[in-house]
């Protein structure tokens, strides 16, 4: 079992920046691929980022690619996602979620977090 607790989100203007975190406890936090997803009012919920086992593979969606950057600490138990530029289309509950392979989709991702819930102003 993991459990992911994910933390940092807020309300901030567009072109403003936010870093989400999200601490893990139980199983071997190194052994698992972490993933970022993201899901806004009325929409399916969507992969932004993740990072492999040793932080050297990561993956955006092309929405934010440039802008957001994900990045682990395993000595820390912890996954970061730093939001930079950030545009009121990014409004949503981000959650944080772990997988054994590195993949995009939701569905291969076993454990989840609360969500942490980011709203970007005009």
């Known amino acids: 079992q993991v459990q992911l607790v994910e933390s940092g989100g807020g309300l901030v203007q567009a072109g403003g920046s936010l870093t989400l975190s999200c601490v893990a406890s139980g199983r071997t936090f190194s052994t698992e691929v972490m993933g970022w997803f993201r899901q806004g009012v009325g929409k399916e919920r969507e992969f932004v980022a993740r990072?492999?086992?040793?932080?050297?593979?990561?993956s955006y969606t092309d929405s934010v690619k440039g802008r957001f950057a994900i990045s682990r600490d395993n000595a820390k138990n912890t996954v970061y996602l730093q939001m930079n530029s950030l545009k009121p289309e990014d409004t949503a509950i981000y959650y944080c979620a772990a997988a054994t392979w590195p993949v995009r989709a939701a569905s291969a991702y076993s454990y989840w977090g609360q969500g942490t819930q980011v709203t970007v102003s005009s």
């Open positions: 990072i492999t086992w040793s932080g050297s593979g990561t």
